[in-house]
């Protein structure tokens, strides 16, 4: 038997009010990232940074949507409606991102060598697992889906600028044009599960009291932390 324990009403608006900010922060960084790599992918036609750049489209849009569902009095019942606006934006991602990198690959086409790329695939890269971290401990302890889905889109952030610096370098260093796309390709790939597991909903629950042999968190996705 495992008895559920959630944090009292004073911690619960602790914590909205946490989520709330983290969110702000989140949509105002993405948006100022979506402009520089949409502007400088188009500049060096990688469709990599702007497959990055839509990502941070992305992210406003799941961003938004939390900070839709925390507008509310009662969070919870928008948070099935939250999760799948943040898994079809997902989708969307990865169908054009696929599409683009595609389309490069056959078609043979270069992309140039991209400073401002570079620059912001390595300050995101610094960046966001901090502020994904904080928001994920957030959503665990208040116990929301969609706080702790969104929080796993700021750490896909993460990976996808070391997938973007690592292209980027490639195609810069040694000329490997392919290389642009095939990071491009992999941003979809990350883009697709995570978008499954939102759909699904798919984020850790609310912390547990533990009783005989049970966990101290049911689903086990608190061990990490």
């Known amino acids: 038997m495992v008895l559920e324990l959630g944090p009292g009403p004073s911690r619960r608006a602790v914590l909205t009010s946490r989520i709330r900010l983290l969110v702000g922060i989140t949509i105002a960084y993405n948006v100022v990232e979506a402009v520089v790599a949409i ?12 497959g990055f750049g839509l990502d941070s489209v992305i992210e406003v849009s799941s961003a938004a949507a939390v900070a839709w569902q925390f ?15 943040i898994a079809v934006s997902f989708f969307a991602l990865a169908a054009y991102v696929s599409f683009e990198a595609v389309r490069t690959l056959v078609i043979g086409a270069e992309a140039e060598h991209s400073t401002v790329g570079l620059i912001l695939a390595a300050v995101s890269l610094a960046v966001m697992p901090g502020l994904s971290y904080v928001q994920r401990r957030a959503g ?5 889906r969609t706080a702790v889905a969104d929080s796993q889109q700021t750490l896909l952030c993460t990976y996808l600028s ?18 642009d796309p095939i990071a491009a390709l992999v941003i979809a790939a990350v883009a697709v599960k995570e978008g499954r597991e939102a759909w699904r909903g798919d ?12 966990s101290a968190c049911a689903d086990g996705c608190c061990a990490g932390d």
């Open 71 to 85: 507008s509310s009095h009662d969070p919870e019942a928008r948070e099935k409606v939250a999760l799948r606006v």
């Open 39 to 50: 502007t400088a992918g188009t500049v060096a036609d990688s469709t990599a940074l702007i």
């Open 203 to 214: 984020a850790c629950c609310a912390p547990t009291i533990p009783t005989g042999n049970n």
């Open 162 to 179: 070391a997938v973007l610096l690592v292209g980027l370098a490639l195609n810069s260093l040694f000329g490997w044009s392919w290389a």
């Open 140 to 144: 665990r302890e208040l116990g929301s």
